[in-house]
Structure formats: structure tokens, C-alpha cells
């Protein structure tokens, strides 16, 4: 298995894969080496060539790319991974598909992040820690919660929803392992985004 990056990239859910990679190869050519692909209400064939398309970018960095929700995709295209959420297919389910490849999974709750870490997921995405508008996933739990969950689990925990290079610092002295990220990096200047952020993983 490849290491995580403390930095994960969520691409915007935009039908318009030119855009989108254009905005994957900025944050890629400015430091970003884990990208994950997410877009909802799209047919699979078209999910399969937007993926393949935006695989062959990461490549060119030597960058992780993960899948979000279709198993079916990241086994076609041979991505490194697999991130799956609450509602999507089961764990177990999933780590068969995937064979030896990364399975991640979305939790929001202690005892979420007990059972994945059981179900043999080789990572978590916990949150949301900040008010965020990409997608609805509860109320915020704030940098702090992050600890609790960190002593409830041994595998990587990537803090997920609301960060920004302004409270990137707070997330990673709460000990989490990596943060994912979506609007914080595709929104303005990505390069200075990016830079922003690689410098809170230094300073932490």
C-alpha cells in the first residue's frame, strides 16, 4: 500500500472533466500527491472515462488517486483505492472487490470509526470538523473531536470538511494523520492554496 499524503484532494463534482483536470494538474504541479475522485449523477460510462482521464494525470506525478463510491470504476481503471461512505457499499464487501487495493471510509462518530477500523479498512475520513457547504454530513464536531477518535482507532484518520489553510494549524495539532480537502483548494488560487496548506504540515 502506498503512504498516505497528509493532504488529500477532493475534486469539485463538475460534469466539465476538462476543468476538473485542469484543476487536479494545478494542485498536483503545486505539491498535492493524493487525489480522490467524487461526482455523483453521472451514467458509469461516463464516470469510467472521467476517471481513466484524471488516473493518467496523477500518474504523471507518481500521485495516489483514489475512487469515491464505485467500486466497479476503481477496479476498471486499476485506481489505488477505493473511499466508500455510510450509505454505499459495505466494508467487507468492498475490501473483496478491491483485493489488496486501499479502502478508506467516510465515519462520524466514534463507534463508526471502531467498526471500520475492525472491518479492516486501511483508513477513516472523519467528520465534518468544520461547517462545510460540499456536502451534508451532520453537525461540525470541531479540531478536539479528532483526539477522541485518534484514541479510539490505530489506522489513519484524515480529517475531512470545512478546512482551510486558516484553521489547517488546529486540525493537525488535534494529531490527525491528514486532512481532505475540496472548496479550500479548488476555490481561488490553488497553487497559494496548496502552498498554504503544505505549510501547516510543516509547522505541525
Known amino acids: 500500500m502506498k ?29 498535492i500527491r493524493w487525489v480522490q475522485f467524487r461526482r455523483k449523477n453521472a451514467d458509469r460510462r461516463q464516470l469510467y472515462q472521467d476517471a481513466l482521464y484524471l488516473k493518467n494525470i496523477t500518474q504523471q506525478f507518481g500521485a495516489m488517486f483514489i475512487i469515491n463510491d464505485y467500486a466497479d470504476i476503481a477496479l476498471a ?48 475520513g472523519f467528520g465534518p470538523i468544520f461547517p462545510t457547504a460540499t456536502k ?26 470545512g478546512i482551510t489553510p486558516h484553521n489547517a494549524g488546529d486540525v493537525f495539532a488535534a494529531d490527525c494523520d491528514g486532512i481532505a480537502v475540496s472548496a479550500g483548494i479548488s476555490k481561488g488560487d490553488i497553487r497559494e492554496n496548496v502552498a498554504a496548506f503544505l505549510q501547516c504540515v510543516q509547522v505541525r
Not at 467516510?106 to 470509526?113: D, G, I, K
Open 3 to 31: 503512504n498516505l499524503s497528509p493532504i488529500c484532494f477532493l475534486t469539485p463534482d463538475d460534469s466539465d472533466i476538462v476543468r476538473v483536470g485542469r484543476t487536479v494538474q494545478l494542485s498536483l504541479e503545486a505539491g
Open 77 to 124: 481503471i486499476e485506481a489505488d483505492g477505493l473511499h466508500v461512505g455510510q450509505d454505499d457499499l459495505p466494508l467487507g464487501a468492498a475490501k473483496k472487490i478491491m483485493g489488496r487495493a486501499i479502502v478508506g471510509v467516510s465515519t462520524h462518530s466514534v463507534e463508526q470509526a471502531v467498526e471500520a477500523m475492525r472491518g479492516g479498512a486501511d483508513y477513516i
Open 136 to 161: 451534508d454530513a451532520g453537525e461540525p464536531k470541531g479540531a478536539e473531536s479528532i483526539r477522541m477518535i485518534k484514541a479510539a482507532v490505530s489506522i489513519p484518520v484524515i480529517a475531512i470538511g
